[in-house]
């Protein structure tokens, strides 16, 4: 058994993973507000599973190496700063530890696994508390090396004199949605929440109002998100040959989500037909919430083959 360990600005999930890549005893916690009581917590639940697994697979934000296990930035969670956590908790527990971006891990499950198998060129969007975009070829990731074949070169895009200022508007806002984290989904089911003047942020409940038309304003608010979404989508085709797209996140489990996506990337796309590449598909990961500890696990189990 391989315990599966997802680090997100919001929650700490785990699970322990078979050989056939099944969860088991899934949990989380809520992610800690510094760093003392991170390495707590962190260490409390391996602690907890230590005796049963020959390994710990990490799926964190931000920027890793994921060779030495060490976080140069923990993307929303700003104490994981230069962290080396895989050097650390493989001295204290004596086990084999492997850290991936939560994206690349949620990316790499739908490749080998999920809806983006056998795809020549796919991404998955990590919708969460900031946006995590993870890029795939043929069931495994993209490496430095390999990412120049998957660019889109300018030959290949429309010598339209009018497209062009269009893909640079969509890059613009592309930018700025990042810069400003509009993608997060915690941040939409905040802002409906208040809408819904409901005590606590609630998906269920917000997703349960757009299906029933609640009202103009959260209709509104959905629509703006969708856009966002679909504003990165179409940038990255622009700048990569992508054959399909995959959104994870817990909130991929809404079907109203991707639907609505689905119709803001169709609107934009009908905008300019001109682009030079044809539309593609998008649908949630095969395995929603659980891409990222099953894309960890898999890391791990590849990684240690070797």
Known sequence: MILAIDIGGTFIK???????????????????SSLDNFWITLESIISSFKNGISGIAIACPGEINSKHGFIFKGGLIPYLTAIPIGTRLSKTFQLPVKVINDADAAALAEARYGSLQDLDCGAALVLGTGVGLGIVSQRDLLTPLSVARYLRSPSTQSKSQTALPFQWTLFKQALISLVDNKGSAVGFVHEASQILALEQDDSLVV?????ENHSEQLKRLFKDYCHEIAVLILNLQSLFKLDGVVIGGGISSQNTLIEGIV??????????????????????????????????????TSENAL
Do not use: M, W
Not at 207 to 211: E, M, N, V, Y
């Open 14 to 32: 785990f699970g322990l993973v078979d050989n056939d890549f099944r969860i088991s005893n899934q949990s989380k916690v809520p992610t800690p």
């Open 207 to 211: 997703f349960s109002a757009l299906d």
């Open 263 to 300: 119709n803001a990337y169709e609107e934009l796309f009908n905008e300019k037909p001109e682009l030079g590449f044809e539309p593609i598909t998008i649908q949630a990961c095969h395995f929603h919430n659980d891409s990222n500890l099953l894309g960890a696990a898999s890391y791990f």
